[in-house]
């Protein structure tokens, strides 16, 4: 095992790819046990040093330990989440405790944490560069967060509270996942699945062939509440049991029911922060982030849910008309109404524009070429190198001179062994001081339609994919020294922000004119179309931004609860919730209901998922930013990734948008796009 474990040393691929062709289950566990007894001796080796603390000999060799574990666990997890099997789920569910307890011997060790505690109060008499000084404040911070000034008996609690927590959001993940799988509404006729394109429902029967449900139809779940196909879906009945068994995730009984898990969860993430010296974990949250307070985002959220929700209403009151008198509007009702009003007020058709948007010709027509018109990168597929899953792909990524920018891989479909959602992350991730390239991934759930046909996705989407593509060129164009700011390792709520703003570019005029191809006449998108989706871009913004902040202040009511409180019933807590923001609607459910709230019970967002409308403000000013200076520029594109994406976490985030703006950014652009003003 010792010659042959793949992951005991780096890859020899281009841009250290990882060599998954070699890579088997048996090598895992080995790696990790590897990987914890590497790391925690070289965090040994520093403290052990009778030597004054200073930077050399304390955050260089701490920034250079752990590779190994970095490895496989980059590996590992990538895998569990894409491509999950019995073997990853239950290793999984071994590890993360393990992970959990590791991290702690490293985070709250005394001697570790005085060494960094001289360094840090020294650090003005140190003559550090910029990058060094910055990581010498980030350590101090996050070491002290997380509990490096306990007493010894609390640091023991402490280690209880995360190795149970670590397996509580693992057990919630995979849970959710079996419990999606199971809830698949199977149709027995294709006249049930009236209004949906040939490529639906194409993919719909290849579904259910993959179950062995030959000539039946498989609606797959997708993460949130609601579903793409109910803006199109003709028959309200059918629309209903697919947002019946959408909200039905977690709450059904038996091994996948995840209220316990969250009343656990949660219960024990309030006691962990009260340990740490904070009310609430929303509090211990935030304090690590650019928001800092609890109450920060209050008061932003309180700004925006009244208006979202009139505006809502309002929009409820145009769909209530077009029912027959005594139907009330519900839930499964509304995409299906707007798509209709939308005809209506607009001459649009977003359901219908699905021909517009074939998958191939949105990533190498739309996406890359707005990075190449935008940053000079270019791409070259690489089916010489061999991903983690024969649907994911490889693509070369340079520069504008030629030179080596990094790896890009897209795992575009959905598959029973993907978790919901989409998602970017690193398999390598680049470092000067390690010497190491940049490896990323796009993770989204596009359902696959039958061999030979084309894959044309939604408006939502083709969003969706320029949205996680923001994410992979943060990760790609980052240049950092430090592992600790590689790529997107920046506050969870700035991290949003440049994947929000490469959406701008869907609907650019020089970009959409190039990818949006009608697949079977060859035709561009008509002008007048393109026109009219702009007028219509603020229409059911009162939904869509009500939805959000419902699942945002859920997100924050269950992380103010304090150790003293006592949560019995996860429907009455929501409903109770929901009630005092204001957005009590059943025709609007939150996008998330608490058991199959993925971001913040198992995805790192918990008391986080605001960070989304957080970083909206930047991303709305810059956009307006980009628009008064000339739009799709290089000179542009150069100052956004110089300033911006290409500092990774190796400055302050609002620092770093100051240079590029010229000052903070301002809220007005975020209210005028969602329809808020006063």
């Known amino acids: 095992m010792a010659d042959t474990n793949p992951f005991f040393s780096p890859s020899t691929l281009p841009y250290q790819l990882p ?46 330990s752990g590779q190994t574990l970095q490895r496989v666990a980059e ?19 071994e590890i993360a405790p393990l992970l959990a307890a590791h991290q702690d011997a490293i985070r709250l060790d005394p001697a570790l944490y005085g060494r960094i505690k001289a360094i840090y109060d020294d650090r003005d008499a140190l003559g550090l560069d910029p990058e060094s000084r910055y990581l010498v404040e980030r350590y101090y911070e996050e070491f002290t967060l997380a509990g490096a000034g306990l007493s010894d008996a609390d640091k023991e609690r402490l280690r209880e509270y995360n190795q149970q927590l670590s397996t509580l959001t693992t057990r919630f993940e995979k849970n959710l996942l079996a419990d999606t799988n199971d809830l ?26 993959e179950r062995g449900l030959d000539g039946k139809y498989v609606v797959t779940l997708v993460l949130p509440t609601g579903h793409p196909f109910l803006a199109s879906l003709t028959t309200r009945g059918v629309r209903e049991r697919i947002m019946t068994a959408s909200r039905s995730r977690g709450i059904r009984g038996g091994d996948n029911d995840n209220r316990q898990l969250v009343l656990d969860i949660t219960r024990l993430r309030a006691e962990r922060a009260r340990l740490l010296g904070f009310e609430t974990h929303a509090g211990y949250v935030t304090a690590g982030q650019t928001a800092k307070t609890p109450e920060a985002v209050a008061a932003m959220l309180g700004r925006l849910a009244p208006p979202a929700a009139r505006n809502a209403r309002a929009e409820q009151a145009d769909l209530q008309q077009q029912l027959p008198d005594g139907t009330e509007l519900a839930a499964w009702d509304w995409a299906y109404l707007t798509e209709k009003v939308r005809q209506a007020k607009y001459d649009i058709d977003v359901a219908a524009m699905r021909p517009y948007f074939e998958a191939e010709r949105v990533l190498r027509d739309g996406v890359f070429y707005a990075a190449t018109r935008l940053y000079g990168i270019t791409f070259e597929e690489r089916p010489d190198l061999v991903a983690y899953h024969p649907e994911a792909r490889v693509f070369e990524v340079r520069n504008e001179d030629g030179s080596e920018l990094g790896l890009y891989i897209l795992d575009l479909y959905t598959r029973d062994s993907k978790r919901g959602g989409a998602w970017m992350n690193p398999l390598i991730s680049q470092s000067a001081l390690l010497d190491y390239p940049t490896v990323v991934v796009n993770n989204l759930n596009v359902p696959k339609p039958a061999a030979g046909e084309p894959t044309l996705l939604s408006y939502d989407e083709t969003n969706t994919l320029f949205h996680e593509f923001g994410h992979a060129l943060h990760g790609l164009f980052a240049r950092v020294t430090y592992p600790k700011f590689a790529g997107t390792n920046v506050y969870r709520d700035f991290v949003e922000f440049p994947s929000q703003v490469n959406e701008m570019w869907m609907l650019w005029p020089e970009i959409l004119e190039n990818y949006a191809v009608h697949n079977e006449t060859g035709e561009r998108m008509p002008q007048e179309l393109v026109d009219k989706l702009h007028e219509s871009e603020a229409f059911n913004e009162g939904f869509q931004t009500s939805e959000y902040l419902a699942a945002t202040l859920l997100d924050q009511a269950w992380h103010a609860i304090t150790a003293d409180n006592t949560v019995t019933d996860v429907a009455a807590f929501e409903a109770q919730a929901l009630a005092d923001a204001g957005l009590d609607n059943p025709a609007v459910p939150p996008r998330y209901a608490s058991t199959y709230f993925a971001h913040t019970f198992s995805g790192g967002y918990d008391a986080g998922y605001y960070s989304y409308i957080w970083s909206e403000v930047l991303d709305a000013d810059t956009v307006a930013w980009f628009t008064e200076n000339g739009g799709l520029t290089r000179d542009n594109g150069d100052r956004f990734r110089q300033r911006l994406l290409g500092v990774g976490g190796s400055k302050d985030p609002l620092e770093a948008y100051r240079d590029f703006r010229g000052r903070d950014a301002v809220i007005e652009p975020l209210l005028e796009r969602r329809g808020l003003a006063d």
Do not use: C, M
Not at 32 to 53: C, K, M, W, Y
Not at 77 to 90: G, M, P, Q, Y
């Open 75 to 93: 590996v590992f997890f990538n895998k569990s989440s894409s491509d999950s099997s019995d073997f990853t789920n239950a290793l999984e569910e």
């Open 19 to 64: 060599p998954f062709a070699d890579i088997r289950d048996e090598h895992y566990r080995p790696a990790f046990d590897r990987g914890f007894e590497e790391q925690l001796a070289e965090v040994a080796a520093i403290t052990a040093s009778t030597d004054e603390p200073t930077f050399e000999n304390t955050f260089v060799p701490l920034e250079k």
């Open 184 to 209: 698949a509404v199977v149709f027995d006729d294709v006249a049930d699945l009236d209004g949906l394109g040939d490529g639906a429902i194409s993919a719909a029967a290849e579904a259910a062939k």
